[in-house]
């Protein structure tokens, strides 16, 4: 391109190139479409003819050094339908001018690094490569429906408002990355519906002002570790990886990105789920609101996971389909109200809860205290009381005693599994008798049976009394009562002499007496520590 100054014309501009240039100074869009079918898809194979093509180095000029606009009009880049050859490249460059670019294909990589922006739109297109690290908007950057081969780099970019990836398509760059934004920060929304990737997505550190939306995403990497992986990510609302209504919002009729797409879909309609091939990293995260994983779909091989490790969120909605393979760790995890079904949790040896904390428990649909049991087992395949304690904790805190006491009965159960012989032998006794004190309606039907069969036995014996002038009136069931009891004094036991079978039995009420007592002032002092 001949030199040219700063908002002058260069000479040598193609027909193409004099429109966009004419259409920049009037804020008008520069359409190059043919209007034939087919013939407008970028995304298709067909070639695009020299009539559309526009130089790279022409669009940085006119964004970094075009003419002033008409009287009366702002000056902006619209331009639809463009082929641009050569590398755009306005890295560290201030660009005023609003832009939006539709349905354009790019020859090569985009360049923008720590460029400033005010809005940047690139609408449909397809880029190669997109280099945006340290990029600062004003207003929003939007890419929807865009294709870009070689992966986006958005490191410590700060977007002014709106980040709009929803339905770009991302292949993976040479270190394995559909998206690197690490450090990322954005002022308001990060809206990515619909978004495919086929590499890992980076988030680490990153900071969004309002709501993240992933709903009918698809993140793949079947090349590394994690198709998602955003540790550190603060999000003010909620972060929604949930499946997206396909059905048109109700009279929207909107030209404007997502372009009429529903939220969460009500049942019956139809959807697209969100899913995830690979593993998924929101350890230390911190979500102002809810973390949503309605109807999500996780696909991990044995050695990924999903994991949530030290994340904080007041609700943590886990209603997504069962991982088949992997595990999910919610260790140390702080959720003040846990939404979840039975069937959304991974079975034995698939979950890890290790401290982790929730407040209160609103499951969805039909999910009995058997099932909750059974997920807990399943989160410690070695015996640990910490989430039978909190399970307890909770359902006690919602007015559940009769089933907070199953669970600390279940934590009796599990733990007597790990003890000697000895001491697992008195565990079962004291399970078959009173069951640990969590049932004491059983000790005292025991002590009621005890009582009438010493009854009933001593009532067929008349024992000399030890000392005739001291002894009391002989009375059986005054007698077995007082050997039953260990602790009080009914003035009949030691005042007569027994003598063989009947000293036996006299020794053995003594004794349950004793086993009863004492397994009945265990499950009370349990029963007295509950709150």
């Not at 990355?177 to 980076?202: C, K, P």
């Not at 996971?305 to 991982?323: A, C, D, H, K, Y």
């Not at 070695?382 to 005693?401: F, H, K, M, N, T």
């Not at 009394?465 to 009891?485: G, H, N, R, V």
């Amino acid at each position: 391109m001949a030199e040219a100054r700063a908002g002058e014309e260069p000479a040598d501009l193609s027909a193409a190139e004099r429109r966009m240039w004419e259409a920049f100074r009037t804020g008008g869009v520069c359409d190059l479409s043919v209007r034939a079918a087919g013939q407008d898809d970028p995304h298709s194979e067909r070639s695009w003819g020299p009539g559309r093509a526009v130089r790279a180095s022409v669009v940085a000029l006119l964004l970094l050094h075009g003419p002033p606009p008409v009287p009366g009009r702002v000056a902006s880049l619209k331009l639809r339908g463009a082929r641009i050859t050569g590398r755009l490249d306005l890295s560290g460059g201030s660009v005023e001018p609003y832009v939006e670019l539709q349905s354009c294909r790019f020859d090569s990589e985009v360049q923008i690094s720590e460029a400033r922006f005010g809005t940047l739109r690139l609408v449909n297109c397809v880029i190669p490569r997109l280099e945006a690290s340290r990029l600062h908007t004003e207003g929003d950057l939007h890419l929807p429906r865009c294709r870009v081969a070689r992966g986006i780099r958005l490191t410590d970019a700060q977007i002014g408002t709106d980040l709009l990836v929803s339905q770009v398509v991302a292949q993976r760059d040479s270190k394995g990355r559909a998206i690197a934004a690490d450090g990322l920060s954005v002022a308001q929304d990060f809206q990515g519906e619909m978004l495919e990737t086929y590499g890992e997505v980076s988030l680490r550190g990153a900071k969004v002002g309002v709501s993240m939306n992933l709903r009918g995403a698809r993140l793949s990497n079947p090349y590394g570790r994690y198709a998602l992986n955003a540790p550190q990510l603060t999000v003010e609302r909620t972060l929604y990886l949930t499946s997206i209504a396909l059905e048109p919002a109700p009279g929207s009729n909107s030209t404007t990105p997502p372009y009429g797409l529903g939220a969460t879909p009500a049942r019956g309609e139809r959807s697209r789920r969100f899913e995830c091939r690979g593993g998924l990293r929101l350890d230390d995260g911190r979500f102002g609101d809810a973390v949503d994983f309605y109807g999500a779909r996780f696909l991990f091989t044995d050695e990924q996971e999903m994991s949530l490790r030290r994340i904080q969120t007041p609700e943590f909605r886990f209603v997504g389909e069962r991982p088949e393979r992997g595990r999910v760790v919610v260790s140390g995890a702080k959720v003040v109200k846990l939404v979840d079904t039975s069937t959304s949790w991974p079975g034995p040896g698939g979950v890890s809860m290790e401290g982790f904390v929730y407040e209160n428990l609103a499951p969805r649909g039909h999910f009995p205290l058997s099932r909750r049991l059974d997920w807990v087992e399943a989160a410690t395949p070695e015996y640990s009381p910490e989430p039978y304690e909190r399970l307890a904790a909770v359902l006690r805190a919602g007015g559940e005693d009769a089933e907070a006491r199953e669970v600390l009965l279940a934590k009796q159960r599990r733990r007597r599994a790990t003890l000697p012989p000895a001491a697992r032998a008195w565990g079962h006794l004291q399970d078959w008798t009173v069951v640990y004190g969590y049932r004491p309606g059983r000790a005292a039907l025991w002590m009621a049976v005890l009582w009438a069969a010493g009854a009933l036995l001593f009532s067929q014996h008349d024992p000399p009394p030890i000392k005739a002038e001291e002894s009391p009136q002989w009375s059986a069931p005054l007698y077995a009562l007082d050997l039953l009891l260990p602790v009080i004094d009914l003035g009949q036991e030691g005042r007569w002499r027994l003598a063989g079978g009947w000293q036996w039995g006299a020794a053995s009420l003594v004794i349950l007496g004793w086993i009863l007592a004492t397994t009945v002032a265990a499950g009370a002092s349990r029963l007295l520590r509950r709150g």
